[in-house]
C-alpha cells in the first residue's frame, strides 16, 4: 500500500487549467480516469489527510503509484478525452455500466441499395437508421409485420436475396404482398428507397399526415367507385393504426426526450432509460454498476450520460434529456451533448406534470431492475463461493482460486492440432480473456507434449509481462524492458490453479512447464472424463469429489467450456484447409485476382490447360505472376473424375470453381 504523499506533485507543477488526469499503479497500469476544470484544485483534493477520504478514494489513492496529467483548452474538450480514456484503459476504480442483456434494435439499412428490413444487436453500424432499443426481439417483429402490408420492404438476407435474384422467383413474402421483390424487378432500387423512407418516416413517430393521406386516397377511390382499392387502403390503415396502439402515448406534445432514473444503495446502482419519441416510448434499457468510486446521484447520471451518448450523434441524441439530478458540470454536457446532436438539446429535471409522471414510472423500473439484480448475485454469488471454498478444500489450497484457467487439446487423427485456453474468475466465465493456440513444436499426435508446449507459451508469456512491469527482475543480458502504456496486457494476470483436460499424464507435463519455468506459485490438477475424477501432481490415486459438489459442478463447466472452445478452433481451422485449392499456394496472389482468374476461365481445370500468355490476357496479371500460376498448377495433382454413382458415367467439372481457388480436390 503506496503513501500518497510519495508520489505528490508540487503545487507548483500543476496548471491551473482544465484537463484530464490518471493515476497509475506500481506496475503502470491505468486505475482511475478523472476531469477537472482546475487540475491544481482537483488532484489537491486526492493527497490531503486519507483518513478524512471517502474510503473508496482511500483505496484509490493508497493503490496508486504516480499520477499525470493532460491539459486541454475546454471543459468540452476534458468530457470527451476522459471518456475516450475510461474506454481505452478500462480503469478498476472507475464507474463502468454493464448492460443487463444484449438489447435488440430495429434497423434499416439504408447504406444498402436495397434497404432491409432486420432485428440488430450489437454495436451501430454507419448508414444504418435504428429504431429502439426494444425489450424483446418479439416485439419488433410483430410491429414490422404488420407495417409490411403498407410498406412491403425487403426483409430477407443477401443470401435469400441473390438466391432469387438468380431464379427470377420472389420468396413467399413477394407473393403475399409483404414485400416489393425488388429482387425480381417488381419495382426500381429508387422506389424501393422510398418505400424503406417512408418506413423510417412512420416509425420515427411522422405518422399523421401519412395516415391522413391514406384516408384520403382511401375515400377518392370509394367515389370513383374502386372498391377494392378502398377496401386494401382501409385494411392498410387499419394495420398502421395497430402497430400504433403497441406503443401507447405517454406525452401529448409529441416530445422527443430520453428519460433517465437511477436507484442505488452503498454498493451498487441502477440505471434504466425510457427512449420517447413522438410522444411514444419507442425503447427501453437499463444498467448496472458497482459503486467502486466515491460518487453521488449527479455523478452516476454523469456517466451514464457519457456511456449512452459517447458514440452516437445526430438524431440519436434526443432534444430533451430528463434525468432525477443535474451533473456538477451541467453546461459542459449540455454542450457536448449539443455538439453531438448538431442542435441545442436541454437537459433538466422534470418538475410537473406529464414528464414527471413518467420519470416516476422509470424510476420504478430502476427500483425493480435493482432488487432484481442482486436477488440474482446473491444466489449466484453464495453458489460460486459454496463451489471456490470446495475446490479449495479438496486441492488443500492456500485460499479460494478466483482465477481458474483450464486447457484442452483438440485434433483429428492428428491433424490440425490445437489448444484452448479458457478463464473463470470468480465463478464466472471471462471469455475476453480465452485465448487459442496452434501446435507448433512438432506434428502429429501427442496430447502430452501439446499440453507441455501449451502451458509453457502461457507462462512464458506470463514472465515476459512481469519483466516488463517491473514484477520480475531482468538478468543480466536481457535488455531494456520498454515501458508499460497502462492497457490491459492479454497474460498479465495469473491463475490460481491451472486446470488440464485429463489425467496423471496431462497434469504431470502441465506441472513440469510449470516447474521448468521458475512458477512455483500456482495449483495444477486434471480432471479426466472417465469417472470425474480430479487428478494432482505426483499422487498416484484422484481425488473424488461427491456427484452433488458444487465445486465438482464449477470444475465440469470450466472443463467443458474449455473443450467447446477447442473443437469449435479445430472445426474452423480444418474447415479453412478443406476449402483450400491450389491457387491459395501460389504466393503474392490476392483474392481478387483469384477471383478473376476464375472468372476469366470457368473453372481450375480450364486455368490448368492455359498457356502462360492465355493467361496474361487477365487484367492485373503480369507475366511473372502468370508464370508462378501455371508452375504451381503444374506441380498440383489434378481431382480424379468425378462419376455419377448411379449410371457409373463421368461427370465433366465445367462449373466455375469457388472464389477460394476450388475445392480441395483439385
Not at 520480475?472 to 490453479?497: C, I, K, T
Not at 457409373?648 to 470453381?657: K, L, M, Q, T
Request: glycine letters at 8%; proline letters at 5%; aromatic letters at 6%.
Amino acid at each position: 500500500m503506496a503513501d500518497p504523499s510519495s508520489y505528490r506533485p508540487q503545487p507548483g507543477q500543476i496548471p491551473d487549467s482544465p484537463g484530464v488526469y490518471k493515476f497509475r499503479d506500481e506496475h503502470r497500469r491505468v486505475i482511475y480516469v478523472g476531469k477537472a476544470k482546475s487540475l491544481r484544485q482537483r488532484l489537491a483534493s486526492y493527497f490531503q489527510d486519507v483518513a478524512g477520504l471517502h474510503p473508496r478514494t482511500a483505496t484509490m489513492v493508497t493503490t496508486a503509484a504516480s499520477v499525470e496529467w493532460t491539459v486541454v483548452s475546454t471543459e468540452v474538450e476534458a468530457l470527451q478525452l476522459e471518456y475516450s480514456w475510461i474506454k481505452e484503459f478500462d480503469p478498476r476504480f472507475n464507474v463502468k455500466y454493464r448492460d443487463d442483456k444484449s438489447y435488440p434494435s430495429l434497423a434499416v439499412t439504408l447504406n444498402e441499395e436495397y434497404p432491409r428490413v432486420q432485428v440488430m444487436r450489437g454495436p451501430k453500424k454507419k448508414g444504418v437508421r435504428y429504431f429502439g432499443p426494444y425489450g424483446h426481439a418479439w416485439a419488433i417483429r410483430e410491429t414490422v409485420d404488420l407495417m409490411l402490408r403498407v410498406f412491403p420492404v425487403r426483409t430477407c438476407s443477401a443470401g435469400v436475396f441473390k438466391r432469387s435474384a438468380q431464379i427470377g422467383r420472389p420468396c413467399l413474402l413477394g407473393y403475399i404482398g409483404k414485400c416489393s421483390a425488388p429482387c425480381v424487378g417488381r419495382v426500381t432500387p429508387e422506389e424501393h428507397r422510398e418505400l424503406a423512407e417512408d418506413f423510417c418516416d412512420f416509425m420515427a413517430g411522422r405518422t399523421g399526415t401519412y395516415l391522413s393521406r391514406l384516408e384520403k386516397q382511401m375515400h377518392e377511390a370509394a367515389e370513383e367507385m374502386e372498391y377494392e382499392k378502398a377496401a386494401r387502403l382501409r385494411d392498410d390503415i387499419g394495420a398502421l393504426r395497430r402497430a400504433m396502439e403497441k406503443n401507447a402515448v405517454v406525452l401529448a406534445d409529441a416530445t422527443d426526450a430520453d428519460l433517465i432514473a437511477v436507484a442505488e444503495d452503498e454498493l451498487e446502482a441502477a440505471v434504466q432509460i425510457f427512449h420517447v419519441r413522438g410522444g411514444r416510448v419507442r425503447g427501453q434499457r437499463g444498467w448496472v454498476t458497482d459503486k467502486v468510486e466515491a460518487v453521488d446521484t449527479a455523478g452516476l447520471v454523469e456517466h451514464a450520460l457519457q456511456q449512452l451518448y459517447g458514440e452516437e450523434k445526430g438524431e440519436a441524441v434526443p432534444k430533451e434529456v430528463l434525468v432525477p439530478a443535474l451533473p456538477e458540470d451541467t453546461p459542459v454536457l449540455s454542450q457536448w451533448l449539443a455538439d453531438r446532436r448538431g442542435s441545442q438539446v436541454s437537459l433538466r429535471i422534470p418538475q410537473r406534470g406529464d414528464k414527471k409522471a413518467l420519470m416516476e414510472t422509470v424510476h420504478r423500473n430502476a427500483l425493480q431492475s435493482l432488487a432484481l439484480h442482486k436477488t440474482k448475485r446473491a444466489s449466484d454469488l453464495t453458489t460460486r463461493s459454496r463451489a471456490l471454498e470446495e475446490i479449495a478444500e479438496a486441492l488443500e489450497l492456500d485460499g479460494a482460486p478466483l482465477r481458474i484457467e483450464c486447457f484442452d487439446i483438440s485434433h483429428l487423427q492428428g491433424d490440425d492440432v490445437v489448444a484452448s485456453m479458457v478463464v473463470f474468475e470468480d465463478g464466472l466465465a471471462r471469455k475476453s480473456e480465452y485465448r487459442r493456440f496452434q501446435i507448433k513444436s512438432f506434428e502429429g499426435q501427442d496430447d502430452v507434449r501439446s499440453m507441455h508446449e501449451v502451458v509453457s507459451r502461457r507462462f512464458r508469456r506470463y514472465l515476459q509481462e512481469k519483466l516488463k512491469t517491473g514484477e520480475w527482475e531482468a538478468e543480466e543480458g536481457d535488455g531494456a524492458v520498454p515501458e508499460d502504456d497502462g492497457r490491459p496486457r492479454r497474460f498479465a494476470y495469473p491463475p490460481q490453479l491451472v486446470v488440464v483436460d485429463g489425467g496423471q499424464p496431462q497434469v504431470a507435463a502441465a506441472k513440469r512447464a510449470l516447474e521448468e519455468l521458475g512458477v512455483d506459485d500456482v495449483a495444477v490438477c486434471g480432471l479426466a472424463k472417465r469417472l470425474e475424477e480430479v487428478w494432482l501432481p505426483g499422487e498416484e490415486d484422484p481425488v473424488v469429489l461427491p456427484r452433488t459438489s458444487e465445486g465438482l459442478y464449477l470444475l465440469q463447466r470450466v472443463r467443458d467450456e474449455a473443450h467447446r472452445f477447442a473443437i469449435q478452433y479445430q472445426r474452423n481451422k480444418r474447415g479453412k484447409r478443406l476449402k483450400s485449392g491450389p491457387l491459395d499456394e501460389v504466393p503474392g496472389l490476392g483474392e481478387s485476382r483469384k477471383q478473376a482468374l476464375v472468372k476469366h476461365f470457368g473453372s481450375v481445370k480450364k486455368l490448368r490447360q492455359a498457356t502462360i500468355d492465355q493467361i496474361c490476357e487477365v487484367p492485373g496479371i503480369g507475366r511473372k505472376t502468370a508464370e508462378t500460376v501455371a508452375a504451381a498448377l503444374a506441380g498440383a495433382v489434378p481431382a480424379g473424375p468425378a462419376v455419377n454413382t448411379a449410371t457409373g458415367e463421368i461427370i465433366e467439372d465445367e462449373n466455375p470453381a469457388p472464389a477460394g481457388g476450388g475445392t480441395s480436390r483439385q
